[in-house]
């Protein structure tokens, strides 16, 4: 009777060990649960907090860009919105809980790689050249033959018929590869179209460590005009094959100095040793119709942003795209 007194203790104690194990158990897990939870709705308000603090970065550049138009039809580097960081960098006085980085690029001094084609579906010589001096240089490692077949097989996305020009590509191409789709035949909503282009990598987009990429060069907006107040060098060399990296350099250093006029697309001649290059009028401007402005509320770690593309045309803004990321 003693060994089975004993015998029942145990199992009670057992039993007790085994239910205090449970209630531990559970109520760890309980509290890690309430913890995910927690920490889960305060991402969720910060990234609410977050996702309001990048737009009100977003609508100050839209403000400076508007009134940049309302004060004259030159654009340049010189202007507020290419100094658009020194306005983030006073954005922590303005929440509690956070602050933006703003940045405006103006795609109009790019190149912009729609206007390959004329209406009716051929070259564009002028811009053809432009693109070609833009991909044949060393920064991108491709050979003449590699640019030339890259420009032909970006004109046949774009021409709205179905004709390999030279070694170009069309739905014959496109529709045999492992994960198929249509040769587009029509203008690019984006520079990142041009990855799904035969003869187009993410090296030679994207650049690498060592090279920069085509897509800080080029743009799927505007008319053809390149605002030569605002290009990057590389873009300046491409416009002429007489123009070479000292000489755009030379352009930079003129068009940043307060003291000289570049309100005239001639401008570039007043620069030392371009005075018997001709760009065409046709293919250059001072002034600039699209604008991309990437707005990001961060705290700590935590980023939410917004990219949107704008254009700005007769003292009006309208908001053509926009991306959250």
């Known amino acids: 009777m003693i060994h089975a007194l004993f015998d029942n203790r145990g199992m ?36 609410i907090k977050l996702g309001c603090i990048a737009r009100s970065g977003f609508h100050g550049a839209l403000a400076v860009l508007y009134a940049d138009g309302s004060s004259g039809a030159v654009d340049s ?23 933006f980085l ?39 490692g491709l050979d003449a ?17 179905n004709e390999v020009t030279r070694f170009g590509a069309e739905d014959a191409y496109y529709l045999t ?10 203008p690019l909503e984006s520079p990142e179209e041009l990855l799904l282009i035969r003869g187009m990598t993410r090296e030679l987009f994207y650049g690498t460590e060592e090279a920069p990429g085509i897509s800080r ?12 107040n605002t290009a990057d060098p590389l873009v300046l060399r491409a416009l002429s094959d007489r123009i070479d990296e000292e000489l755009a350099e030379e352009m930079v250093t003129h068009r940043m100095d307060e003291d000289n006029d570049i309100a005239d697309p001639n401008w570039y001649k007043e620069v030392p040793g371009m005075g018997d290059i001709t760009i065409s009028g046709d293919l250059i401007t001072t002034s600039s119709t699209h604008f991309e402005i990437i ?15 704008v254009e700005r045309k007769d003292q009006k803004l309208e908001i053509l795209s926009w991306k959250v990321f």
Do not use: H
């Not at 306005?87 to 956070?98: K, N, Q, R």
């Not at 703003?102 to 579906?121: F, K, P, T």
């Not at 060069?217 to 030569?228: F, L, R």
């Open 12 to 47: 009670a104690l057992i039993l007790t060990i085994l239910i205090v194990s449970l209630v531990v158990s559970l109520t760890l897990q309980f509290n890690t649960s309430m913890r995910s939870n927690l920490y889960a709705a305060a991402n969720l308000s910060d990234g």
């Open 77 to 99: 580097l010189r202007d507020d919105w290419a100094y658009i960081r020194a306005y983030s960098e006073v954005s922590s006085s303005l929440f509690e809980d956070g602050y």
């Open 102 to 140: 703003i940045d405006v690029m103006d795609l109009s001094g790019r190149i912009q790689i729609n206007r390959l084609v004329n209406e009716r579906g051929d070259y564009n010589d002028a811009q053809k050249n432009i693109l070609l001096r833009l991909l044949g240089f060393p920064e991108f």
């Open 145 to 161: 033959d590699e640019a030339e077949n890259l420009v032909d097989a970006i004109k046949d996305w774009i021409d709205e018929d």
């Open 177 to 186: 590869l492992e994960d198929p789709y249509p040769c587009k035949n029509g």
């Open 217 to 228: 060069y080029v743009s799927a907006y505007g008319e053809g005009k390149i605002n030569i």
């Open 295 to 309: 707005s990001e509320g961060i705290k700590d770690t935590l980023r939410k942003g917004i990219m949107g593309i």
